[in-house]
């Protein structure tokens, strides 16, 4: 998919954020992370990566009906929309990009690419990721022989696709990357078997194409959760503009709660907002579906990321697990929920 880029000018008067403890002074000694304090204030620009899905609600009802812009002040922010995790990943480690809602494999992928130059620091959506099939596949052991199809190599989709593939045995599975619209186009015209696709795009093809599910990811997981979009920033940006990386944070929480009020001008934004970005826009019958198979949440079920590291060794994306020590900087997260008096977020075995 093309990438699209828009840009605002916040022509709103910078106050500088101030929380409990302060986000650039003691906070991060007392929790026991270990980063140099570089902070420069607020930044003049916040580069902010998403993508045009039902998976990424909070950033497309962040961005559009102001959430960021009201935290950020004169901040500049500038949006950039991408397909899949990888090619946002380059964005963040070519410096073209500073935060990214994006899709936890990617998310780990970045940081081991980066050799720890990427943070976690907040999720954003569970759930959300199915695999869907032509009606006669009514057994993974169908699947053999297959064409299916993910959205990007080594994005989150195929991570999952792969991995199941694997545990189950299945032999001479193709395995077919391609942007999601594409897939739809493709499925519709009997070129592919299916797909393990995000939302809206395995709702799209279950009711505009006629698909069936054969795996909903959730039922993969403890208590059906997992994470499909989290909030991950560069450690230099962090360490430099703290203030910054926190109202975005804050942001993202308001249009979360607003979204969780108000879900049918929710769906109203995001719709408006596909067809901004994608150049198309959903059925209500879409919608609602691709809306109940997400929780909205700043959560990013932490207790998952070391299996998630471990599914990209099974899925022969990566041969061996990463150490995620470090990973995870979840103290602006945790200034802004106590600010607001909300539980903080935990992060076994990720942070430093």
């Known amino acids: 998919m093309r990438t699209h880029h828009r840009t605002r000018l916040l022509a709103a008067a910078f106050a500088a954020l101030t929380l409990a403890g302060g986000i650039t002074g003691c906070s991060r000694a007392d929790r026991g992370t270990e980063v140099e304090q570089k902070s420069q204030g607020a930044a003049a620009e916040v580069r902010v990566g998403y993508f045009p899905n039902v998976t990424h609600a909070p950033a497309l009802i962040g961005a559009k009906n102001g959430f960021f812009a009201k935290e950020l002040g004169s901040t500049k922010l500038t949006t950039q929309t991408f397909n899949a995790g ?59 022989g297959k064409n299916i199809a993910t959205p990007s190599l080594a994005n989150t989709q195929d991570v999952a696709l792969k991995k199941f593939v694997a545990e189950k045995k299945l032999p001479d599975v193709k395995v077919t990357n391609l942007d999601n619209p594409k897939t739809f186009d493709a499925f519709k015209k009997g070129e592919l078997d299916g797909g393990w696709l995000p939302e809206p795009w395995s709702s799209r093809l279950v009711l505009d194409a006629g698909a069936k599910v054969l795996v909903d990811e959730k039922n993969l997981w403890p208590e059906g959760k997992f994470p499909t979009t989290v909030v991950i920033v560069r450690s230099e940006f962090l360490q430099q503009h703290p203030e910054t990386v926190t109202a975005i944070l804050k942001g993202e929480l308001a249009a979360i709660e607003w979204a969780k009020t108000n879900p049918a001008e929710a769906k109203k934004v995001v719709n408006g907002e596909l067809k901004a970005l994608a150049g198309s826009t959903l059925s209500e019958a879409v919608l609602d579906r691709a809306f109940s198979g997400i929780e909205l949440g700043i959560d990013p079920v932490a207790s998952t990321f070391t299996q998630l590291a471990q599914d990209s060794v099974t899925a022969g994306v990566v041969k061996s697990a990463v150490d995620l020590k470090g990973f995870a900087d979840f103290g602006p997260l945790n200034a802004v929920l106590e600010e607001q008096g909300k539980p903080g977020v935990n992060a076994p075995g990720l942070t430093k």
């Open 86 to 144: 990888p090619e946002e990943v380059n964005a963040l480690l070519g410096n073209s990009l500073d935060i990214a809602f994006i899709g936890s494999g990617p998310a780990i992928n970045a940081f081991t690419k980066s050799k720890g130059a990427i943070q976690l620091v907040s999720g954003a959506v569970t759930g959300g990721a199915q695999l869907v099939v032509k009606p006669e596949i009514t057994a993974p052991e169908q699947l053999s």
